[in-house]
Nanobody, 119 residues
Framework: QVQLVESGGGLVEPGGSLRLSCAAS????????MAWYRQAPGEQRHMVAQ???????EYSYFVEGRFIISRDKAKNTIYLQMNDLERDDTAVYYC?????????????WGQGTQVTVSS
């Protein structure tokens, strides 16, 4: 069973920075990607940033230029460096891991970490 544990969330003022971490553990076969999602109150969950096993990176239009996703392969951990935070960045941030083959994939989710941007 794959387990994902997020950390690094908290309260920050507009313009500030935070770095989120997500450590993956357990039996992981055929990893395809890891990603950060977020869900604000009253909104659907959407992808913020994704990094594939071959190091391809995608960002949401709303965070590109401000957020940076990275990975430490040895530690099976991804990070999200969040800069110039805005009030609209307030959300629960979730870590996702996708593994599988060509026909069947499996996705795993962490419990989430709250990020609140407020003055």
């Amino acid at each position: 069973q794959v387990q994902l544990v997020e950390s690094g969330g908290g309260l920050v003022e507009p313009g500030g920075s935070l770095r989120l971490s997500c450590a993956a553990s357990g039996i992981i076969h055929d990893m395809k990607s890891m990603a950060w999602y977020r869900q604000a109150p009253g909104e659907q969950r959407h992808m913020v940033a994704q990094i594939s096993v071959d190091d391809k990176i995608e960002y949401s239009y709303f965070v590109e230029g401000r957020f940076i996703i990275s990975r430490d392969k040895a530690k099976n951990t991804i990070y999200l460096q969040m800069n110039d935070l805005e009030r609209d960045d307030t959300a629960v941030y979730y870590c996702q891991l996708v593994r599988g083959g060509r026909l069947v994939t499996f996705d795993y989710w962490g419990q989430g970490t709250q990020v609140t941007v407020s003055s």
